[in-house]
Each structure stands twice: as C-alpha cells, then as structure tokens.
C-alpha cells in the first residue's frame, strides 16, 4: 500500500504534523505543504509517491536538516511571530490573559514532570531495595527548566544553545547534605549518587594494603599472629568505613583534599605494619591517630557551616577523640599489658557510631525519657546511602576476591607446567569464582527487602558482619597462596617452581596454615549466610528448596570447614580439593533450590507458540493460508496491524 500524503487525524490547528517530537509536515503562509523526509532514502519514496498521487505538484519535500527545511520553518516562525505581534496590537487584554494562564500551565506541566522524575526515581529504587514509604527526595538546585519563563522541558533541545551552558568549576562551594533523617522522614537528593572516582583510588591503595597485612599473618600462623591480624586489619577497615561515610554525607571540594590526607596518613600507616608488635606500633598508631583527629576537624567545620547536623557531628567527634586518646594511651603501655587498650578503642571506634545512631534514633520518638534538649540536638542527623552503601561494599568485596585470586600465581619451571601446583591453582580459581557467584548472583538477586532498608538491626548486622566476612576471607585467600606453592603432595616437586615460589614452597604444611585456611573458608560461609538472612528475597510458588534450608546447608558445609583441619593426614592438595568441593556443592544446592518444580534443567519441553491481536477477517484468512499450506509474512503482518506482537 502507498504511504498517504497526509493524515488528517494527526493534524494539528496549524496544519502542522507531528511524529514523536519532530515535525513532518509543514504548512507555508501561502498554503503550500512541505514534507519533511527523515533520510534520503524517504525523500526519494515520498517523490515518487506523490508525484502519483498529486500529479499538479502542490507540495514540496526537504531532507530533514537540510537548508531548505531551515528555510521553511524559519519562513513560517516568522509568519506565527507576525500573527502573535497583530492579535497583541489589537486584543491587548485578551492577549495579556491568555499569556498568564499560558505561563501557569506551563510551570505547572513543568512540576507534573519533575514530580513524574522523582516518583520514577524513587520506584528504582524500591524495586532494587525494597520499599520504605519513609523515604523522600528533593532537589538540592531548583531546575533550571523552572527558572526561565520560556523554556519548557517537552520541547526540542537548541544544541547550540547548550554549548554555551557550561559550568564553572568552583574551587569552594558550600557543603551540602545528601541526605538525612527528620522526624522518621529519610529526605535525600533525587540523583542518584554513584562512586566517584577518587574512591576507586582509594581502594586502589588497599590492594597492597590486605595484601601487607595478609602475607604478614601467613608468615607467623599462630594465635599471636591471628591476634595482630585481627587488630591491624580492623584499623585498616575503620579507616575506610570512615571515608566511605563521609563521602556518602557530604559532597564539597574540600572533602576530596581531605580524602587525600587521610590516604597519606594510610601510607604511613602500611609501612608500619609489618613491625607493628615490635619496634614501629607507636608511628603505625600515630598515624592512624592523626587522620581520625583530622577528620573530627572536618567534622567540626561542617558542623559550624550547617548548623542542621551540628549535634550528630559534634557526638561524631566525641566519640573519634575518645578512641584517639585511649589509643594514645596504649602506647605508653608495654605489650601484652598494651591488649586492654586496643580491644577498648577498637571497641569505641567500631561500635561507638553504631549506639550514637540507635540513641538518636530513639531520641525521635515521642515519649522515650529522653529531654526535649537533647532531641532538638539530634532533630536532623546524615543519613546513609544505600545505593552508595552498598555500591563501595560490593566493591571492595570484588577487591577480596581478587586478591585470592592473585596469590594463585606462581612462577614455573618446568617444561611442562601441567602438574600439582597448577591443580591447587586452579581448584582456588574455582573456589573464588563460587564465592563470588554466590555473593554476588545468588545472594544479591531476587531482593525484595535489602537488610540496610529492612530495619535498623538487619541494617547494623550487614554493616559489621562485613568485617568478620572479609578479614576471614583474606586470610584463607593468604593461606592459599601457601598452600599452592607447598611441594607435600604427589606431582609437585619444588625444582618445578622458581623465583621466590621456590623459596616459599613448605615440604610439611603448619598447623596454624590449615587453620588459618580452613576457618577462614568456613568463618567467611558463615558470615555469607547471616548477610543472606538479613535481607528479605522474593518468593514465588514452585521453589525447589526454600531459602532457609539453603542456608542451613551452608551453616553445615562451613562447619565441617572449620574441623578440616583436624585430619592432618590431608595434603595440601588434598586439602584445597576438599574444600572447593563443599564450596561447589553450596553453589550446586543454591542454583537447584532456586529453580521452580515445573521446569526441565536442559531445556523447556514446550513448543514455541505466538499469539496476535488482529480483526477477525484477518484471523480467518490467516487460519485458511495455515491450512493450506501458505508461507505467511510476519513483516506484512506487522506492518498493517499494529497490534500483531508475538509473544515471548
């Protein structure tokens, strides 16, 4: 079938076409039509057609674009412009109140569509962490669609014009909260906030920061070494929850020259690791100390500069300068006398932030015995982020994970490779990979409630059982590389490897590596069922193995990690395939325990079926072409009725 020439139906009062937001059919003063071709492969099609159709040429056709069509809408702008200028001289009045009341409908279409934006900014996010009819947004700017009478957001953008619309870069601006907590109304800014840049170069820093930390404890694997391990690695974490907090508050330049303090005093801070029990502990504290009274200064000024939040960031600072001092205190003490100190600012410095947000938490609700003081104090509080919460978790957890994988590298001698170590490398690798299918595509896919939004205990589990997750995981992942260069099994000799795997490679495994290996492996799979029990996944009718049977199968696989070590017969091969083993039976039980009771593993057995919407005529000429044997276009079909849609 022809194109027509025109569609009546889609005419506007001025004679002008409409398709999506360009227009494809013109009207000049004089009454002559101009169609506007969207390639030149239609310009040639409408050409032709029309000179068919209308054979006395009463209508001209441009490329879309091109200096004709500029010509014609320019030619009849300025006859619209002509009109309005005349029925302003004539209908002064009139004129005037039309223009009011087209204003008012224009600020109001433009606070329909803000008000549509927010509510699909919103819905994204409850459908990716759960609903919570607490939460609100606003607009830290007003829109600039709002602060010009003339402009409109439904209209075509000028391009020329938006070159001229840059923004200067302001070497200071005040800081502003991105979200927080008032009167049980979570407000918080309508963009989405995603990492920045220099937080990935942070964590960039902590690559060879576990990696120091992990390899010190592999070198001395006793319950001293597990000791120190456990202090130094909490520090470290500390350090960065603090920046990852602050970043997730506050957005002002003065925050990335402080994120670069704090990462020098991370550096000093690494290089005292490694003699920490012995001879460099003050320096390494010295330098933790610093950056925490730094940012308790920083504190104070966003305190001074928003006056809103003045109250949880002066108990913010409280709490910092009170670790400081005790740990401060700790190194005028002699070790092990020096233990009390530690577990007591580790304790301040973990947990204090935690009891400030249950308190403020309950200062807002009426009636607590809590005095009016102290919850006017507390009124606003920063709140925390949870898409970028759990955006800077997920990728320091990618971070763990990768550096298990890194210590499966060793250096190779002989001819051919294909031998122990690269068995135990690649029985890691698989090991790695199922925690991570775990982590990531198990237990962060079918969320209906994330742990962070599902209530305030869920929220403070999933924030700390984080640390006991990761530290137990870098230290299996340290165990590991041991493990793999150790030459007590069959096939792994140790004139295979060279360079410092050589030097590294144990005949006879320690006992505290198999510990150190196995509990990590099993404290890690605990610590992943309890972040998987703290959200709320969706249900669905069907389901192979319910959730808590699924967990409760990890609960047993990682308890029997945990006694691996008690067979000392294992080998370290041996060891590493045994406990891949249980790992890939977790991922096997999670995967089969997710699928629904209907479906075939292999493939489904159903034929593959369409379905139309189409008149009846149509329905029965396409039932007698199927009879008797005719070849049926779809392509036609789609094209003259609409609402063919096959299905999926």
């Not at 949880?312 to 100190?341: E, K, N």
């Not at 015995?369 to 320091?396: C, D, Q, V, Y």
Request: charged letters at 20%.
């Amino acid at each position: 079938m022809a194109p027509k020439a025109e569609d009546s139906g889609s005419k506007s009062n001025h004679g002008m076409q409409y398709h999506g937001h360009r227009l494809k059919n013109l009207l000049r003063p004089d009454g002559r039509r101009v169609l506007v071709a969207a390639s030149p492969e239609e310009h040639t099609t409408l050409l032709k057609t029309l000179a068919e159709l209308e054979p006395d040429g009463s209508f001209d056709i441009c490329l879309h674009g091109s200096p004709e069509h500029l010509e014609a809408v320019r030619e009849i702008h300025s006859h619209h412009e002509q009109k309005r200028d005349e029925l302003r001289r004539t209908h002064a009045d009139f004129y005037q109140e039309f223009e009011n009341v087209h204003f008012q409908l224009e600020a109001l279409a433009n606070e329909m569509h803000y008000l549509t934006e927010q509510a699909v900014s919103l819905d994204a996010n409850f459908s990716k962490f759960g609903y919570d009819a607490h939460l609100r947004t606003r607009e830290l700017e007003p829109p600039a669609s709002s602060m010009s009478r003339g402009s409109s957001v439904h209209g075509p953008r000028d391009w020329d014009a938006e070159r001229r619309k840059g923004r200067s870069l302001k070497l200071w601006k005040r800081p502003v909260v991105r979200q927080y907590l008032h009167k049980g109304l979570i407000w918080r800014s309508s963009e989405l906030q995603e990492v920045a840049s220099f937080e990935l170069f942070v964590d960039l820093l902590y690559v060879g920061i576990i990696a120091i930390i992990g390899d010190q404890a592999v070198e001395h694997p006793t319950g001293s070494g597990l000791l120190q391990f456990t202090i130094v690695f909490s520090i470290g974490w500390k350090i960065w929850s603090d920046l990852q907090i602050i970043t997730s508050w506050l957005d002002d330049i003065i925050q990335r020259l402080s994120v670069m303090f704090v990462m020098a005093c991370l550096i000093g801070f690494t290089l005292n690791i490694v003699e920490a029990f012995e001879t460099t502990y003050t320096m390494m504290i010295a330098f933790y100390a610093t950056q925490r009274m730094f940012q308790s200064a920083y504190l104070l000024w966003i305190s001074y500069l928003i006056p809103m939040i003045r109250g949880f960031m002066v108990a913010q600072v409280i709490i910092a300068v009170t670790g400081s001092a005790v740990w401060t205190a700790g190194i005028h003490v002699d070790y092990p006398a020096r233990l009390a100190p530690i577990w007591i600012a580790l304790l301040l410095d973990m947990v204090g932030q935690i009891v400030l947000v249950v308190v403020v938490r309950r200062a807002q609700r009426p009636r607590t015995g809590i005095g009016p003081m102290f919850r006017k104090w507390f009124e606003f509080h920063p709140s925390l982020n949870i898409e970028h919460k759990t955006k800077r978790t997920n990728a320091f957890v990618t971070l763990v994970f990768g550096y298990s994988v890194i210590g499966l590298f060793y250096q190779n001698k002989a001819a051919y490779g294909i031998n122990g170590f690269f068995g135990k490398a690649v029985l890691g690798l698989i090991q790695a990979f199922c925690f991570n299918w775990l982590y990531f595509e198990i237990d962060g896919w079918n969320i209906h409630t994330h742990a962070i939004r599902r209530h305030v205990l869920s929220s403070v589990i999933w924030i700390t059982i984080h640390l006991p997750f990761i530290m137990s995981y870098v230290l299996a992942g340290a165990s590991l590389s041991r493990l793999v260069v150790a030459h007590d099994c069959q096939d792994a000799e140790v004139e295979k490897l060279s360079g410092n795997s050589a030097v590294l490679s144990e005949e006879e495994i320690p006992r505290g590596l198999r510990w150190f290996y196995c509990a990590g492996l099993g404290v890690a799979l605990l610590s992943m069922s309890v972040i998987s029990y703290t959200h709320v996944h969706k249900k669905f009718d069907g389901q192979r193995v319910t959730k808590r049977s699924r967990l409760g199968l990890r609960v047993a696989v990682a308890l029997i990690m945990i006694c691996l070590p008690l067979a000392e017969s294992l080998s370290s091969l041996q060891l590493i395939s045994t406990s891949t083993g249980l790992v890939v039976l977790v991922l096997i039980f999670d995967l089969y325990g997710c699928t629904f009771v209907g479906e075939s593993f292999v493939r489904d057995g159903r034929k593959c079926k369409y379905w139309a919407d189409c008149p009846r005529k149509r329905r029965r000429a396409l039932e007698e072409a199927v009879k008797s044997g005719g070849v049926v276009k779809v392509e036609e079909l789609a094209d003259d009725e609409k609402g063919y849609v096959p299905a999926p």
